[in-house]
């Protein structure tokens, strides 16, 4: 009987521990279950979350590189301009003090007769061969973009005419070029020497009465 006893109660012993066994198993199935599913929940949020930052690196480093282009082009730009303008004007100050020169030439020519048949030979040769320079000269000027600004008749522009004095007259608007002391120089579009003008002042008639 005691024997009995003893074996149910090893028995009931035996079917706890395997009871026990079998759910510690199913606990940690299900723990293993639950630890699984939350790694690879946490694996994809990061993978989803360092995916989202290389795309704002990218566009970062997308937008840095387009201004850094944008700036590139710019300075190539400025560049060209720069060498273009340096082409054109970086001889202004030689051409002013040049011009200069060639209005003195051109004085002397005006200086001499009109009537040349009574000057000897030789002189007139000289002569000829002067006026044949000045067409040169003119013509390299020409040539070289550097225009001559002779404004006789034109309405006065202070942007390329200075003027000198004005001449009290009825016959022309007011304000119009009516004489030309020293034409001026543009080159290419840029002023070199203003042309030194008289521009014509209207005639009041308190003037004409002190005149009469």
């Known amino acids: 009987m005691?024997?009995?006893?003893?074996?149910?109660e090893i028995d009931d012993e035996?079917?706890?521990?395997?009871?026990k066994d079998t759910l510690g198993a199913k606990i940690y199935e299900e723990t293993d279950d639950v630890d699984s599913s939350?790694?690879?929940?946490?694996?994809e949020l990061s993978t989803e979350e360092s995916n989202e930052q290389l795309l704002i690196k990218i566009e970062e480093l997308k937008d840095q590189l387009m201004r850094t282009l944008a700036e590139s082009e710019n300075l190539r730009k400025r560049t060209i301009k720069e060498i273009d303008q340096a082409k054109k004007y970086s001889h202004i100050s030689f051409v002013r003090d040049l011009v200069s020169s060639v209005d003195n030439f051109k004085r002397a020519l005006d200086s001499l007769p009109e009537d040349k048949a009574e000057l000897p030979e030789p002189i007139k040769n000289?002569?000829?061969g002067l006026e044949i320079v000045e067409k040169e000269i003119n013509s390299t000027f020409e040539k070289h973009n550097l225009k001559q600004i002779l404004p006789l008749g034109e309405k006065f522009d202070y942007n390329f005419h200075q003027a000198m004095?004005?001449?009290?007259?009825?016959?022309?608007?007011?304000?119009?070029?009516?004489?030309?002391?020293?034409?001026?120089?543009l080159l290419y579009d840029r002023l070199v020497r203003p042309a030194m003008v008289g521009i014509s002042k209207k005639i009041e008639n308190n003037d004409l009465e002190k005149e009469n």
């Open 14 to 19: 035996d079917e706890k521990a395997v009871e």
């Open 165 to 185: 004095f004005e001449v009290p007259t009825n016959e022309t608007e007011p304000g119009t070029v009516v004489e030309v002391s020293q034409k001026g120089y």
């Open 2 to 8: 005691t024997e009995n006893k003893e074996a149910s």
């Open 126 to 128: 000289l002569i000829i």
């Open 38 to 43: 939350q790694i690879e929940k946490e694996v």
